[in-house]
């Protein structure tokens, strides 16, 4: 296990089509994380999972995300009807509970709606 | 509200001297700080910590100072290397929430 894998790392996409993106955490680790990041800025906060619960999703999430975690294993993020605004870095990140010695994040998939 | 924030964009500092990055916060439940170092086309990894009960952790080259009467937070990165170039993000995590929030991040590049 050589750390938190995103797929894909880079998707271009027309605006009002859906994507979906995957994270595999590391599998000792039961929390996982999304975040979004926009040039210039720092990773917000999307959403969080511990196992297969979603525990806390910010109010950045609107009704056409969705975040999934079956059997609290690899999550999926999908986007509906995507806007030109989605366009970011799309950072997933797991951690032990307790989080203070640091998250351990993926590579991103960078998403650009044309 | 930007409740953590990193008010320089960018710092540029010769190969040997000190680089010292900083970091203020309004919120005072903040648990935890901690610095990521994050490198083109990758993700933020993981650099140093402290807690709020203290005021100063070390780790090799790099010092994090937090002065919590003031909300404000550095680090100090000496000597830097060119390898110390990269975007670095100041951090702050609530233990019972568990969620990190980030400043915008310094942007570091340390001359030859």
């Known amino acids: 296990d050589t750390g938190v894998s995103q797929d894909p790392r880079h998707k271009i996409t027309k605006r009002g089509q859906n994507v979906t993106f995957r994270c595999d955490p590391i599998s000792e680790h039961n929390r996982l994380y999304w975040y979004r990041q926009t040039l210039g800025q720092g990773p917000e906060f999307l959403t969080y999972?511990?196992?297969?619960?979603?525990?806390?999703k910010s109010r950045l999430l609107s009704d056409r995300f969705s975040a999934e975690r079956p059997k609290g294993s690899f999550s999926t993020l999908e986007i509906q009807r995507t806007e030109q605004g989605d366009s970011a870095m799309y950072l997933c990140?797991?951690?032990?509970?307790?989080?203070?010695?640091?998250?351990?994040f993926g590579s991103g998939t960078r998403l650009t709606v044309v | 509200d930007q409740q953590v924030k990193q008010n320089s964009p960018s710092l540029s500092v010769q190969e040997g001297r000190i680089s010292i990055l900083n970091c203020d916060y309004t919120n005072s439940m903040f648990d935890y700080f901690l610095w990521y170092k994050k490198y083109p086309a990758e993700g933020p990894t993981f650099l140093i910590s402290i807690s709020s009960i203290k005021d100063k952790n070390e780790d090799g080259r790099f010092t994090v100072f937090l002065n919590k009467s003031a909300k404000h937070l550095s680090l100090h990165i000496v000597p830097s290397q060119p390898g110390d170039s990269a975007v670095y993000f100041c951090?702050?995590?609530?233990?019972?929430?568990?969620?990190?929030?980030f400043g915008g991040g310094t942007r570091v590049l340390v001359k030859p």
């Open positions: 999972f511990q196992n297969e619960a979603q525990l806390e």
């Open positions: 951090a702050a995590l609530k233990a019972a929430g568990n969620k990190l929030t």
């Open positions: 990140a797991s951690s032990f509970p307790g989080g203070r010695w640091g998250y351990t």
